[in-house]
C-alpha cells in the first residue's frame, strides 16, 4: 500500500493532482477542497489509498490520515466503490460523517449525489461502529458536527488552487451558481465537481 506521496505538484486538473516523486509523476485522483490546498511547484504532501482492479491502478488522494481511513472504512459497506466513498468525502468531512452514523441521519447521506434513501438507511446500519466516535464533535452537547464548506467557497478555493486570479474565480462561480441554485431546489446537493468542470470551460471560453 502506498500510505502517502510527497514532493512538488506538477499539475492540476478539476478532479486530479500530478505530485512528482522521484522523478515518477503520480497521478492522484482528489476532491475539490483537498486539490484548492495545492499550488504548482509547491511541496505537497499527500495521504493516499490504492485501489487494484483488474485492469487499473488508482490512487487516490486525501488531506489527511483521517480522510484517508474514513475513505477505507466507508468501502466496508456493500454497495460502495472508491468513487462513491470519495463523493461522501467531497460533500461532508469526516467528523461530519461520523456523527450522520452514529446519530441515524439519513439526510446528512443523502445529500451525497448517488444517495438515496434506502441506500442511506442500509449505509447507516452498515457502518454503524465501524466509523468510530467523532474526534471534534461531542454528541451530548452539540448534535452535529460542523458544516463543511459551501459548494461557493469549495469551487472558489479549486478555481484559485488551479491557478486562477481571484476575480476570475468570483466571475465563474457566478456563472454556475444558477445551476447550483436548481440543484437545491431539487433537494440535491451541489455537486462540486460538475460544477468545477462547468466552470472551467466558461473561463476557458472568456479567455
Known amino acids: 500500500m502506498i500510505a502517502f506521496v510527497s514532493g512538488p505538484v506538477a499539475a492540476l486538473a478539476p478532479t486530479t ?14 476532491t475539490p477542497a483537498t486539490l484548492a490546498g495545492l499550488r504548482i511547484g509547491e511541496e505537497a ?9 483488474e485492469d487499473s491502478l488508482t490512487l487516490y488522494g486525501f488531506a489527511d490520515d483521517d480522510e484517508r481511513q474514513t475513505f477505507e472504512l466507508l468501502q466496508t459497506a456493500s454497495g460502495v466503490g472508491p468513487r462513491l466513498a470519495q463523493a461522501m468525502l467531497a460533500v461532508h468531512a469526516p467528523d461530519t460523517l ?36 467523532p474526534l471534534g464533535t461531542h454528541i451530548g452537547r452539540q448534535g ?4 463543511p464548506a459551501s459548494w461557493s467557497d469549495q469551487l472558489h478555493s479549486a478555481l484559485i488552487g488551479l491557478g486562477y486570479a481571484t476575480r476570475e474565480a468570483d466571475e465563474a462561480v457566478a456563472l454556475v451558481a444558477p445551476q447550483a441554485e436548481a440543484a437545491i431546489a431539487a433537494g440535491e446537493a451541489p455537486a462540486v465537481p460538475r460544477l468545477l468542470r462547468a466552470a472551467l470551460q466558461s473561463l476557458n471560453r472568456t479567455r
Open 98 to 133: 461520523r456523527v450522520a452514523v452514529a446519530t441515524g441521519d439519513e439526510k446528512t447521506l443523502t445529500a451525497v449525489p448517488g444517495i438515496g434513501k434506502k441506500g442511506a438507511q442500509k449505509l447507516l446500519l452498515e457502518l454503524k461502529d465501524r466509523l468510530g466516535e
Open 17 to 30: 493532482a500530478v505530485i512528482e516523486v522521484g522523478g515518477v509523476g503520480m497521478l492522484v485522483q482528489c
Open 45 to 53: 504532501r499527500i495521504a493516499t489509498s490504492l485501489v487494484v482492479r
Open 144 to 147: 452535529v458536527a460542523a458544516a
